[in-house]
């Protein structure tokens, strides 16, 4: 039996329809096999992640947050011969925790972590799913209002299963693995990125295509108080989830300024100065805006959702500006929190510390 001796690894990344692959790869990667070793590995998902573009405007329709991955493998054998298998991913900006052990595979049904969803009444909602006609992902979803459907979604389209993994290609035998899920042909809604939530929904039952009954409760929370303060950032999943922040909201500004003494001495006729003019002279300031947000009283299962939040690298607070709703982005700042327990601290509200993504003062070059 022939054994591998060196790999190469052509990566092809792009966005828009399935299929498209450019004429020349972002990477071209070449090892060869160690002698103590039996297979040869590359480490891809920081040369992936690279060129995910993350962009969202408030349009739940239109999100950016992944890309298609072609893979082509060169193997070459001891024996002097060569053979090329190629493999087509879908990639997200998700990661898995260190407790998740090497190439953890992320959720194939709900893309979000808590079990219990509080949303303002006020809103319209949304939340994320990984949905495809394969046995081992959302089939059907199912809004509820008590025990009755008010709405449910079916999911259509080809689908072909890949296997995850988030650090090795291995090029020794078929199997091959990269930082993705699934793969959907240009037609298919496999991956629907966002469902929107009905009114009057208390719950939302998904339904993968083995069986699998996963539910979820909603909350529709009427704030008479304080103005609810809503958040979108990318979760450990790659997309886009959406988190209330029902009290207290305090907003703050921060400057910094760098000055210096310059001579405002005039000698045309005699040594004299003008008294109206700055002796001391301010240059390169710099200001930021800035709030601390609380989610109010929430589920113990909102630990793990303030965890993400905190390591997020995309964030934006929705905002209203004449007139119209709109994202701005901002980025938590809060470096530590400890966790929350029902069973001591009864009720659980969170408290976040955000800044403002921008200065201040336009300074876009």
């Given at each position: 039996?022939?054994?591998?001796?060196?790999?190469?690894?052509?990566?092809?990344?792009?966005?828009?329809?399935?299929?498209?692959?450019?004429?020349?790869?972002?990477?071209?990667?070449?090892?060869?096999?160690?002698?103590?070793?039996?297979?040869?590995?590359?480490?891809?998902?920081?040369?992936?992640?690279?060129?995910?573009?993350?962009?969202?405007t408030g349009d739940y329709e239109n999100i950016e947050q992944s890309a298609w991955v072609h893979f082509k493998i060169t193997r070459s054998f001891d024996n002097d011969t060569t053979d090329t298998l190629t493999r087509d991913v879908i990639a997200f900006t998700g990661y898995g925790e260190f407790e998740d052990g090497i190439n953890p595979k992320l959720s194939n049904g709900f893309l979000l972590s808590n079990t219990n969803i509080y949303i303002n009444n006020n809103d319209i909602a949304y939340l994320p799913f990984y949905k495809s006609n394969e046995k081992d992902n959302?089939?059907?979803?199912?809004?509820?209002?008590?025990?009755?459907?008010?709405?449910?979604?079916?999911?259509?389209?080809?689908?072909?299963?890949?296997?995850?993994d988030t650090t090795n290609i291995k090029a020794d035998s078929t199997?091959?693995?990269?930082?993705?899920?699934?793969?959907r042909s240009s037609n298919s809604k496999?991956?629907?990125?966002?469902?929107?939530?009905?009114n009057e929904a208390t719950s939302v039952k998904l339904t993968l295509a083995d069986g699998t009954i996963d539910t979820r409760t909603i909350y529709r929370i009427d704030e008479c108080k304080y103005d609810p303060c809503k958040i979108s950032f990318i979760n450990k999943f790659g997309v886009i989830q959406d988190l209330y922040f029902f009290k207290r909201k305090d907003d703050s500004f921060e400057s910094?300024?760098?000055?210096?003494?310059?001579?405002?001495?005039?000698?045309?006729?005699?040594?004299?100065?003008?008294?109206?003019?700055?002796?001391?002279?301010?240059?390169?300031?710099?200001?930021?805006?800035k709030f601390i947000a609380n989610t109010g009283y929430v589920t113990?299962?909102?630990?793990?959702?303030?965890?993400?939040?905190?390591?997020?690298?995309?964030?934006?607070?929705?905002?209203?500006i004449d007139g119209e709703?709109?994202?701005?982005?901002?980025?938590?700042?809060?470096?530590?929190?400890?966790?929350?327990?029902?069973?001591?601290?009864?009720?659980?509200?969170?408290?976040?510390?955000?800044?403002?993504?921008?200065?201040?003062i336009q300074n876009i070059r």
């Open positions: 039996m022939a054994t591998i001796t060196q790999a190469q690894v052509q990566i092809y990344i792009y966005t828009g329809t399935f299929g498209s692959i450019p004429a020349t790869p972002q990477y071209t990667l070449v090892k060869d096999k160690l002698s103590s070793e039996t297979i040869i590995g590359f480490e891809v998902a920081e040369l992936i992640k690279d060129y995910i573009d993350v962009t969202f959302a089939f059907k979803v199912e809004y509820l209002k008590g025990s009755s459907t008010i709405l449910t979604e079916f999911v259509s389209g080809s689908v072909l299963e890949l296997t995850s199997g091959f693995k990269a930082d993705a899920t699934r793969k496999e991956f629907k990125k966002h469902s929107e939530v009905p910094e300024r760098d000055d210096y003494h310059k001579s405002i001495l005039s000698r045309s006729t005699s040594t004299t100065y003008d008294l109206f003019t700055h002796s001391k002279k301010t240059i390169d300031i710099k200001a930021t805006k113990e299962d909102h630990n793990e959702v303030i965890k993400q939040l905190m390591v997020t690298e995309y964030c934006w607070i929705h905002k209203g709703q709109t994202v701005v982005p901002v980025m938590p700042t809060s470096t530590s929190f400890v966790e929350k327990k029902e069973v001591t601290d009864k009720l659980l509200n969170f408290t976040v510390e955000f800044e403002y993504a921008n200065n201040f």
